[in-house]
């Protein structure tokens, strides 16, 4: 056991974990965070994506001993009081999910891009999500979620 003190969603987190203990795992099974999924926790869906000091990476395949001082965005810390962030507004108004079981791993993989460009191409937005699989939706209405915040957050700016 060894002390881990990370910023999960802005507030300060100081707990014990075990050294083999993922970052997925504390956060859904110690911190009770369930927005977070985790489809296989072998680095093969994207599900348990969360955003660490402004990357996007896979909390299945990151021990939590390894968020010591960083900055750890879930789909919990993407809401503003009441307000949605945009990019949960667009894929609702876009029909970018179904199921929703991988949609916070879309959502925040689309986060981290946006956050360091606003005016992503097509392209740009399959690359980003790339590491993100999507039994039922279909891409194009994911992808097309994106682009629509994007523009939202262009009127933002
Ligand atoms: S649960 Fe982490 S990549 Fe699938
Ligand atoms: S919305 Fe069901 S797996 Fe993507």
């Given at each position: 056991m060894g002390t881990v003190s990370f910023y999960l969603n802005g507030r300060r987190v100081d707990l014990f974990v075990e050294p083999s203990e993922s970052l997925n795992f504390v956060i859904r099974e110690?911190?009770?965070?369930?927005?977070?999924?985790?489809?296989?926790?072998?680095?093969?869906?994207?599900?348990?994506t969360v955003i660490v000091d402004g990357r996007a990476v896979y909390s299945c395949m990151m021990?939590?001993?390894?968020?010591?001082g960083k900055r750890v965005v879930t789909?919990?810390?993407?809401?503003?009081g009441i307000h949605l962030d945009p990019i949960q507004e667009s894929f609702m108004d876009h029909g970018?999910?179904?199921?929703?079981?991988c949609t916070t791993g879309f959502l925040m993989s689309s986060k981290a891009l946006l956050d360091k460009?606003?005016?992503?191409?097509a392209q740009q937005v399959k690359d980003a999500l790339v590491g993100n699989l999507c039994?039922?939706?279909?891409y194009k209405k994911i992808f097309d979620s994106v682009l629509a915040a994007a523009e939202k957050y262009q009127k933002q700016a």
């Amino acid at each position: 056991m060894g002390t881990v003190s990370f910023y999960l969603n802005g507030r300060r987190v100081d707990l014990f974990v075990e050294p083999s203990e993922s970052l997925n795992f504390v956060i859904r099974e110690r911190l009770g965070l369930m927005g977070t999924k985790n489809g296989c926790d072998t680095g093969g869906c994207g599900s348990c994506t969360v955003i660490v000091d402004g990357r996007a990476v896979y909390s299945c395949m990151m021990y939590a001993m390894q968020a010591l001082g960083k900055r750890v965005v879930t789909v919990e810390g993407l809401q503003n009081g009441i307000h949605l962030d945009p990019i949960q507004e667009s894929f609702m108004d876009h029909g970018g999910l179904q199921c929703g079981f991988c949609t916070t791993g879309f959502l925040m993989s689309s986060k981290a891009l946006l956050d360091k460009d606003q005016h992503p191409s097509a392209q740009q937005v399959k690359d980003a999500l790339v590491g993100n699989l999507c039994r039922c939706t279909g891409y194009k209405k994911i992808f097309d979620s994106v682009l629509a915040a994007a523009e939202k957050y262009q009127k933002q700016a």
